[in-house]
């Protein structure tokens, strides 16, 4: 059975994305660090993420549900906050890299987060291994991406 409701988990994290689409940075980075494992890694995780609610209905009727749902929205804030700032600021690409209440690339940690959220409300252990693999790739290249980009 299909459940095409469960598709709003990873849209919620993909429609500021679009501002980047239509708003880009001023300051794109000359350079982006590659690392083949970690650029696989996050790419299946991305596809399963965007493919695996499709087959598990949200629920959230039990107390451990509603603590995933609450973490789900603070992550959620907090990453829209993000785009937010971005959005205020010259659109530094920078700023999209910057720590955020001491966290190194919330923009990466506050969407895995997320995921990993949505993972007990879906209870699904593939989507969470996906969020671990796109974990994984999206948190450590963004990271070292920051360590070229903010020196």
Do not use: Q
Request: glycine fraction near 4%; proline fraction near 8%.
């Amino acid at each position: 059975m299909l459940h095409p409701v469960s598709l709003l988990i990873p849209l919620m994290i993909l429609l500021p994305n679009l501002v980047f689409v239509r708003f880009p940075p001023t300051s794109p980075p000359a350079r982006r660090t590659t690392n083949l494992f970690l650029n696989t890694c996050e790419a299946i995780g991305r596809f399963g993420i965007m493919v695996v609610p499709l087959f598990y209905s949200m629920r959230a009727e039990r107390s451990y549900e509603t603590i995933s749902l609450i973490v789900m929205l603070a992550a959620l804030l907090f990453y829209y906050s993000g785009w937010f700032m971005y959005l205020r600021s010259d659109r530094s690409y920078a700023r999209l890299l910057a720590p955020m209440l001491g966290i190194p690339v919330p923009m990466a940690v506050f969407p895995c987060l997320y995921f990993f959220a949505a993972s007990f409300v879906l209870h699904s252990i593939l989507f969470f291994i996906f969020a671990a693999g796109f974990a994984l790739g999206h948190i450590t290249n963004s990271y070292r991406d920051s360590l070229l980009i903010l020196k």
